[in-house]
């Protein structure tokens, strides 16, 4: 399988999109089609200085997700929770110091306090607040919401984890996964716990299964075995690099790769974009189509560093 390069990316998407119609993606009933949105949102630091701010962002992108009419889900990508942790912190976080000039500022305030324990000593009421606000959205909205990941304590995992968490219409937590395969920078800094590979079984959307990968786990071919069957497979990115043609072919060998291997027909990818400190998140988001091992391109975000909404609907 060939990814198109940045330079021919809308060239081939362009003509994937006048030859899809002769593929046949319409199996399926209306009554069983799935409208997909993707929200491949731009991280500011100004959306940390209060829970109200994060709030109206969350409820402007919300706004902008459901503006062209109703959907069954609406995915946000990775990471966008752990934010909503340092709202506390703000004091320290609005300057445009380095993230380890800042952190020697809070820890001099705070004499041994690590990183691992500022996300602990926030991850309960964060929760809380989270679901409060992602309740009231996925109720309002009548919509199923993957809500990116937040840094949750797992008595279980005996530590901190990365786990998405999504919302039913009616406002309820119905699914939450843990990342399982850590960055150096997840394990060594975060001090993260890896989550059970096993406790991945997805979760249902108008009787379609969804499965879902965090990031870096996509790069795991176990998940071929696990994932051989289901209607829609999702991974949300947190990519902290500048998104080259080096950053185009490593993402070929997440999902698209194995996307191929197993027999679920439908793919996404939702990136997280934007700046915090020193810190930026660049990635391409993407719809998916698997035919019989051959995976295509069906939609691609047209930025890699600033906000955008995909809209599908599947088949």
């Not at 009787?207 to 990031?215: E, K, M, V």
Request: aromatic share 12%.
């Amino acid at each position: 399988m060939n990814r198109p390069s940045l330079l021919w990316g809308k060239v081939f998407l362009n003509l994937m999109i006048i030859l899809l119609p002769v593929i046949n993606l319409s199996a399926m009933s209306e009554s069983n089609t799935l409208v997909t949105v993707v929200v491949q949102f731009e991280m500011k630091t100004d959306m940390i200085r209060s829970e109200e701010s994060y709030r109206m962002a969350m409820e402007e992108a919300m706004a902008k997700a459901m503006a062209e009419g109703e959907a069954d889900l609406v995915i946000f990508p990775e990471y966008l929770g752990v934010f909503a942790s340092l709202i506390p912190w703000y004091s320290y976080l609005s300057s445009e110091m380095p993230m380890e000039d800042v952190w020697k500022t809070l820890v001099h305030d705070h004499p041994g306090l690590t990183i691992n324990e500022l996300f602990i000593r926030e991850s309960q009421e964060c929760d809380s607040f989270l679901n409060d606000l992602w309740g009231d959205l996925a109720s309002r909205y009548d919509v199923f919401i993957l809500s990116g990941t937040r840094l949750n304590y797992s008595r279980d995992r005996k530590g901190l984890v990365n786990q998405a968490v999504v919302y039913n219409p009616r406002g309820e937590v119905v699914y939450r996964q843990n990342k399982y395969f850590l960055t150096e920078f997840e394990e060594d800094i975060l001090n993260l716990r890896s989550g059970d590979i096993r406790k991945t079984p997805g979760f249902m959307v108008k009787d379609h299964h969804i499965r879902l990968t965090i990031c870096r786990d996509t790069f795991l071919k176990e998940w071929e075995t696990l994932y051989k069957n289901g209607d829609l497979w999702i991974d949300i990115k947190a990519n902290g690099v500048e998104y080259t043609e080096d950053q185009v072919t490593l993402f070929t060998r997440a999902l698209p790769a194995r996307l191929g291997q197993t027999a679920i027909p439908f793919g996404i990818t939702a990136c997280l974009t934007g700046h915090f400190l020193d810190l930026l998140w660049e990635g391409e988001s993407n719809f998916l189509y698997n035919e019989k091992g051959k995976v295509s391109y069906l939609d691609v975000s047209e930025a890699v560093d600033s906000f955008e909404i995909l809209r599908r609907q599947i088949p």
